[in-house]
């Protein structure tokens, strides 16, 4: 990837999670809603994490910000960002300006996240004083410049309130107010649902842009192959907590190796291709209270599941630069591998 | 069988320097469903296509054109005597979390409307509770699992499935399916669409399908029609298959190039067509509706609105075959869609 870092001498950071598990507390006892999560963002590239729902994908991305809310707890595991150290060890004013300055973070349905009762650029100078920014003329430069880049009127913009505003504007505006404090770290949580087609193909195309141009590190969540294979380097399936299948974006589409991926691409309707080869997956996600305990959380709705899912859990393996945790996918390599020594 | 004819709804905004102003939703829209059809209107936010479904199923009143059921025009109607009329259209929801009573058993959710049916049709009390079994498992569930239980308790997937079988309470004609997928899991998706299709196969159901995802309108049956809305008008219309594959319009072009290509089985279509600005609201009228944000806009689509036909089109035969019609000066043919990589 190469960047212009021209205007921003920083480079981007790299992120890396290692072995995560948040638990949610229920009437069971507590369940994993992410469970030993291994998953690392490289310097300067697009990360699009897909999962349904129930697959522990917001969880994930609001461990970026050791943000998950209680009945939710992060049990195990640490979050390092390279010029932060591990945000999970930080508390209280230190995170809090973490938060902003370091993390940028886009929610979900950005539309309805903003204040009503305020203007955009009284929401922005709120976020200006609360990071002790000093210059705020300059803040409100960099904003309007942002939302100029975005193809918005910025001063119009910045006199708005969210009603005035379509869904397509108000995304912008959360993306911009991600990024004014300067973060290098950006987590979009479903940036384009809701939106339409056209106005998703322009925000993906700005994401991407301004990714390049401001030398980010990026996570974009969604539950939308099809956003994610537009916009992202790398792409990781969730599925029940677990990180199933991680690897380049065209490498993982073009040849799925966890049975989950595969269903899940064949499961895509497409405007191209034979629709008697598409169907849907067998069964339904599954919840906390529904995750199996021992086993491979997939196993029941698997088309290749062999007697050792039931009992063990597979662990990721790593191969040319790809991660797949899975039984089957596993011995279909060693099988081929014996075949050649052969 | 369904017909609408020059359907023009118009909603008045308050406020504003000048009054009133007023928005027209839809502009003059004729479209037919037949029996076991399947119909898909694809457009974006404020097209009018929600509105014209509430329209098709009764539930909101149109200002101009005639909507004929079963040879009957609805205006010839008084409001109490189109209801059986209307019934017999059934619209199934966006959002299966909120379309369902929480308080209400699904066991509940059925019979009321059954009761109402037995009573219509002579049948006997008995007969509700087997239907409602019926019903459940017509839609691919099973009743005993799902009879006892409150919507709370079953996933999204399952809830749209009960508020199918909800619509089929009624015997209806035409199922009117707004957004029906959009909120369900990606994996389950195409086990709805394939319900759908299912339905009209088995019941002889019509479908109006309205989306804003083109793909998943292949999918509830090759065999049906598209109608491409912008700002209320229909700019392309014609077999699904066939506008998918070569569509003429340029906005049925950028809607189609604005599909997210799957990097590594797919390669874009190599004429992808991107709109010169996003859409604004309020924008006026005259000329062509999308003269301002098209990339191929000539001066004369600034000044004359191009009307639905087959005027200046790449006059191939297999197009009018399929009944393709266009609104634009200037049709052209262009491959906007990806393409499989093995292909």
Same mark, same amino acid.
């Given at each position: 990837?190469?960047?212009?870092?021209?205007?921003?001498?920083?480079?981007?950071?790299?992120?890396?999670?290692?072995?995560?598990?948040?638990?949610?507390?229920?009437?069971?006892?507590?369940?994993?809603?992410?469970?030993?999560?291994?998953?690392?963002?490289?310097?300067?590239?697009?990360?699009?994490?897909?999962?349904?729902?129930?697959?522990?994908?917001?969880?994930?991305?609001?461990?970026?910000?050791?943000?998950?809310?209680?009945?939710?707890?992060?049990?195990?595991?640490?979050?390092?960002?390279?010029?932060?150290?591990?945000?999970?060890?930080?508390?209280?004013?230190?995170?809090?300006?973490?938060?902003?300055?370091?993390?940028?973070?886009?929610?979900?349905?950005?539309?309805?996240?903003?204040?009503?009762?305020?203007?955009?650029?009284?929401?922005?100078l709120d976020l200006g004083r609360s990071h002790d920014v000093e210059d705020l003329r300059g803040l409100v430069r960099d904003a309007k410049d942002l939302l100029a880049r975005m193809g918005m009127d910025g001063a119009r913009v910045l006199d708005s309130y969210q009603h005035e505003l379509s869904g397509?504007?108000?995304?912008?505006?959360?993306?911009?107010?991600?990024?004014?404090?300067?973060?290098?770290?950006?987590?979009?949580?479903?940036?384009?649902?809701?939106?339409?087609?056209?106005?998703?193909?322009?925000?993906?195309?700005?994401?991407?842009?301004?990714?390049?141009?401001?030398?980010?590190?990026?996570?974009?969540?969604?539950?939308?192959?099809?956003?994610?294979?537009?916009?992202?380097?790398?792409?990781?399936?969730?599925?029940?907590?677990?990180?199933?299948?991680?690897?380049?974006?065209?490498?993982?589409?073009?040849?799925?190796?966890?049975?989950?991926?595969?269903?899940?691409?064949?499961?895509?309707?497409?405007?191209?291709?034979?629709?008697?080869?598409?169907?849907?997956?067998?069964?339904?996600?599954?919840?906390?209270?529904?995750?199996?305990?021992?086993?491979?959380?997939?196993?029941?709705?698997?088309?290749?599941?062999?007697?050792?899912?039931?009992?063990?859990?597979?662990?990721?393996?790593?191969?040319?630069?790809?991660?797949?945790?899975?039984?089957?996918?596993?011995?279909?390599?060693?099988?081929?591998?014996?075949?050649?020594?052969? | 069988?369904?017909?609408?004819?020059?359907?023009?709804?118009?909603?008045?905004?308050?406020?504003?320097?000048?009054?009133?102003?007023?928005?027209? #939703?839809?502009?003059?829209?004729?479209?037919?469903?037949?029996?076991?059809?399947?119909?898909?209107?694809?457009?974006?936010?404020?097209?009018?296509?929600?509105?014209?479904?509430?329209?098709?199923?009764?539930?909101?009143?149109?200002?101009?054109?005639?909507?004929?059921?079963?040879?009957?025009?609805?205006?010839?109607?008084?409001?109490?005597?189109?209801?059986?009329?209307?019934?017999?259209?059934?619209?199934?929801?966006?959002?299966?979390?909120?379309?369902?009573?929480?308080?209400?058993?699904?066991?509940?959710?059925?019979?009321?409307?059954?009761?109402?049916?037995?009573?219509?049709?002579?049948?006997?009390?008995?007969?509700?509770?087997?239907? #409602?079994?019926?019903?459940?498992?017509?839609?691919?569930?099973?009743?005993?699992?799902?009879?006892?239980?409150?919507?709370?308790?079953?996933?999204?997937?399952?809830?749209?499935?009960?508020?199918? #079988?909800?619509?089929?309470?009624?015997?209806?004609?035409?199922?009117?399916?707004?957004?029906?997928?959009?909120?369900?899991?990606?994996?389950?998706?195409?086990?709805?669409?394939?319900?759908?299709?299912?339905?009209?196969?088995?019941?002889?159901?019509?479908?109006?399908?309205?989306?804003?995802?083109?793909?998943?309108?292949?999918?509830?049956?090759?065999?049906?029609?598209?109608?491409?809305?912008?700002?209320?008008?229909?700019?392309?219309?014609?077999?699904?298959?066939?506008?998918?594959?070569?569509?003429?319009?340029?906005?049925?072009?950028?809607?189609?190039?604005?599909?997210?290509?799957?990097?590594?089985?797919?390669?874009?279509?190599?004429?992808?067509?991107?709109?010169?600005?996003?859409?604004?609201?309020?924008?006026?009228?005259?000329?062509?509706?999308?003269?301002?944000?098209?990339?191929?806009?000539?001066?004369?689509?600034?000044?004359?609105?191009?009307?639905?036909?087959?005027?200046?089109?790449?006059?191939?035969?297999?197009?009018?075959? #399929?009944?393709?019609?266009?609104?634009?000066?200037?049709?052209?043919?262009?491959?906007?869609?990806?393409?499989?990589?093995?292909?």
């Amino acid at each position: 990837m190469t960047a212009d870092t021209t205007a921003h001498d920083i480079e981007a950071p790299g992120v890396r999670i290692r072995d995560l598990t948040v638990v949610y507390k229920t009437p069971a006892g507590e369940l994993p809603a992410v469970r030993g999560v291994d998953l690392a963002l490289a310097p300067g590239t697009i990360t699009g994490v897909v999962g349904e729902s129930g697959s522990g994908k917001s969880t994930l991305a609001l461990s970026l910000l050791n943000a998950v809310q209680p009945p939710g707890r992060i049990a195990a595991g640490s979050v390092e960002i390279d010029g932060l150290g591990d945000v999970l060890t930080l508390r209280g004013e230190d995170l809090r300006r973490a938060r902003g300055r370091q993390v940028g973070y886009v929610f979900q349905a950005a539309q309805n996240s903003l204040n009503p009762l305020k203007t955009i650029g009284k929401q922005l100078l709120d976020l200006g004083r609360s990071h002790d920014v000093e210059d705020l003329r300059g803040l409100v430069r960099d904003a309007k410049d942002l939302l100029a880049r975005m193809g918005m009127d910025g001063a119009r913009v910045l006199d708005s309130y969210q009603h005035e505003l379509s869904g397509g504007m108000r995304q912008r505006v959360g993306i911009m107010l991600a990024l004014v404090l300067n973060a290098k770290v950006v987590v979009l949580d479903e940036p384009t649902t809701a939106l339409d087609m056209i106005t998703q193909a322009t925000i993906l195309r700005i994401i991407r842009e301004v990714h390049e141009e401001r030398a980010l590190t990026t996570l974009v969540i969604t539950h939308d192959v099809g956003a994610v294979a537009e916009v992202a380097d790398s792409l990781a399936v969730m599925y029940g907590g677990r990180v199933v299948e991680h690897g380049p974006v065209t490498e993982v589409l073009g040849d799925a190796r966890h049975p989950y991926t595969q269903g899940l691409i064949r499961a895509i309707p497409r405007l191209s291709g034979d629709l008697s080869l598409a169907r849907a997956l067998p069964g339904r996600p599954p919840t906390l209270g529904t995750l199996p305990t021992q086993g491979c959380v997939f196993r029941e709705r698997c088309e290749r599941r062999m007697d050792v899912c039931e009992t063990d859990e597979p662990m990721s393996v790593n191969r040319d630069g790809r991660t797949v945790a899975c039984h089957a996918a596993d011995r279909h390599l060693t099988l081929v591998k014996r075949k050649e020594l052969v | 069988m369904i017909t609408g004819t020059g359907i023009t709804k118009i909603f008045k905004q308050r406020g504003g320097v000048l009054g009133a102003r007023e928005v027209p #939703a839809l502009r003059g829209v004729d479209f037919s469903i037949a029996k076991g059809g399947a119909v898909s209107f694809i457009g974006e936010s404020g097209s009018g296509k929600t509105t014209l479904g509430r329209i098709v199923a009764g539930l909101e009143s149109h200002d101009g054109g005639e909507i004929v059921i079963d040879g009957v025009p609805m205006s010839s109607l008084s409001h109490r005597r189109r209801q059986p009329y209307f019934r017999r259209v059934q619209l199934i929801h966006q959002d299966p979390y909120s379309a369902l009573n929480p308080t209400r058993t699904i066991h509940q959710t059925l019979e009321a409307p059954l009761r109402l049916r037995a009573r219509q049709t002579g049948r006997p009390r008995s007969w509700v509770d087997g239907r #409602a079994a019926e019903l459940l498992a017509m839609v691919g569930i099973d009743p005993g699992y799902v009879l006892p239980r409150y919507p709370h308790q079953l996933s999204g997937g399952m809830r749209q499935r009960v508020v199918i #079988a909800r619509a089929l309470t009624m015997d209806p004609e035409v199922l009117v399916a707004d957004e029906a997928v959009s909120m369900i899991d990606v994996s389950l998706r195409l086990g709805i669409l394939a319900l759908l299709k299912d339905l009209r196969e088995r019941l002889g159901v019509g479908v109006l399908f309205i989306t804003h995802d083109i793909a998943t309108a292949r999918y509830i049956g090759g065999d049906g029609e598209l109608y491409v809305l912008y700002r209320g008008q229909v700019v392309e219309r014609g077999a699904t298959e066939k506008i998918i594959a070569d569509p003429v319009h340029p906005y049925t072009q950028s809607l189609l190039s604005a599909i997210p290509v799957l990097h590594g089985l797919e390669r874009p279509g190599a004429e992808r067509v991107v709109p010169r600005e996003m859409q604004r609201e309020g924008e006026p009228d005259g000329g062509c509706l999308f003269a301002r944000r098209c990339p191929f806009s000539t001066e004369r689509c600034e000044h004359e609105m191009p009307v639905l036909g087959r005027d200046g089109g790449p006059g191939e035969e297999a197009g009018e075959e #399929a009944g393709q019609e266009y609104a634009c000066f200037h049709p052209r043919r262009r491959s906007v869609i990806p393409v499989g990589v093995g292909e």
